[in-house]
């Protein structure tokens, strides 16, 4: 067994505590990670507080998907690393392999299902814990390779907060001149602009944040609109091709979807615990789409760390420790961290 230590909620209205727990033994296609930095994703406050109805949380919950840290074990078959190289892990551990979705490179979308970093059950039958801790023990099929040189506090929320946006503004088809709008500006939306906009898009922010304005023009931004003003969004009316929808909780999505130029996408990757609603006509006045988007699979998390090493795409982060980690939850909600938390495991005591 590896022997971990973390940080885990044991209730859905408790702090997260020191938690002591075991891992499988490292298997001859694993690789042992030692975690190095994990960020803060609001999922993870989602599901230690247990918002999602239709994912309900199991306690002792470790959360934790945005790792990365330094290959300390292999096993005898795996081809893919070394020790010391620098590996990462995202949402995703397992998957069966052989469903269509596997085979597409879609292991998110798993028939079998797929098995999450936390709040899972794994192939032995034990539930998934995630990075806030120590280790972790991975399929080398679910490491992704991270490239030398660069620092792995900012590179650590690439693995869900930099692929749950790559991927639909990818898959949109963004490109040079594409007119894109992120809506909501916190880890995923900050990432949303960042590679839009090296993607050649050009960017307008969505916040309901005034003192972020400045920020979203340093970020590469090229226009801010509060959504709160409603000139400022009638002036925005169908000027948009594509619209990445970040937001954490329940908000108006007519004003959001006018702003959509003919056939114009809004891409939902905001999980609000609480349903959305908008007015039929808001899709139908303009051909309109609504579509989804959940992480990326193996291939496009691996693509996205690449274009995103190439161009020195890194998110902005405050370093914490791990005591910081409940006062930091209390932050995000409040919308005060520029962008993302990333925590130094460092700082965990054996
Ligand atoms: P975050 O850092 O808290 O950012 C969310 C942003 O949404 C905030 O910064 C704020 O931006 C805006 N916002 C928050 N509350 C709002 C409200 N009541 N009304 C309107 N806007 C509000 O969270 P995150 O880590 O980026 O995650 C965002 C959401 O995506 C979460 O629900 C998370 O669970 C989900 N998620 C989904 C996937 C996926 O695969 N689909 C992956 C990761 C995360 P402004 O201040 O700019 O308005
Ligand atoms: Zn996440
Ligand atoms: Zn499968």
């Not at 975690?35 to 803060?40: D, E, L, M, R, V």
């Not at 989602?46 to 945005?66: F, I």
């Not at 007119?179 to 050009?202: P, W």
């Amino acid at each position: 067994m590896t022997e971990c230590h973390g940080y885990a909620a044991k209730s859905a209205d408790s702090p997260l505590e020191p938690f002591r727990f075991e891992r499988r033994d490292v298997g001859d296609e694993d690789v042992r990670l030692d975690i190095a930095y994990c960020g803060i994703c609001h999922s993870d406050v989602h599901m230690a507080r247990n918002e999602w109805s239709s994912t309900p949380t199991t306690y002792p919950l470790v959360p934790g998907h945005e790792i990365a840290g330094r290959v300390s074990q292999v096993g005898k078959k795996v081809r893919k690393f070394k020790v010391g190289d620098l590996a990462g892990v995202g949402c995703l551990v397992d998957s069966c392999r052989r469903c269509p979705n596997c085979r597409r490179g879609l292991e998110q979308f798993c028939h079998a299902p797929a098995t999450f970093t936390y709040n899972s059950m794994g192939k032995d039958g034990k539930p998934t814990y995630g990075g806030y801790s120590s280790a972790m023990v991975v399929d080398e099929a679910f490491a992704l390779k991270i490239a030398a040189g660069l620092p792995l506090e900012r590179v650590a929320p690439l693995l869900c907060a930099g692929i749950t946006t790559y991927s639909p503004l990818k898959r949109h088809g963004v490109a040079k001149g594409s007119r894109v709008g992120v809506l909501g500006l916190g880890g995923l939306g900050h990432m949303a602009v960042k590679i839009a906009v090296a993607m050649g898009a050009e960017v307008t922010v969505l916040s309901g944040s005034k003192s972020k304005a400045p920020d979203a023009k340093r970020l590469g931004a090229h226009e801010f609109a509060l959504t709160s003003d409603p000139a400022a969004c009638q002036r925005l009316a169908r000027r948009l091709d594509l619209i990445v929808d970040t937001v954490s909780a329940q908000h108006d999505l007519d004003v959001i979807l006018n702003m959509l130029d003919v056939e114009g996408t809004l891409a939902l990757v905001g999980a609000s615990p609480k349903p959305l609603e908008f007015s039929a006509f808001s899709l139908i006045g303009g051909r309109r789409r609504l579509a989804g988007s959940l992480i990326g699979g193996l291939p496009e998390t691996q693509e996205m760390l690449d274009f995103c090493a190439e161009r020195k795409v890194l998110a902005d982060v405050e370093t914490i420790g791990v005591r910081d980690i409940n006062a930091a939850y209390e932050r995000l909600l409040k919308g005060d961290v520029r962008y993302r938390f990333s925590i130094d495991l460092k700082t965990l005591q054996p």
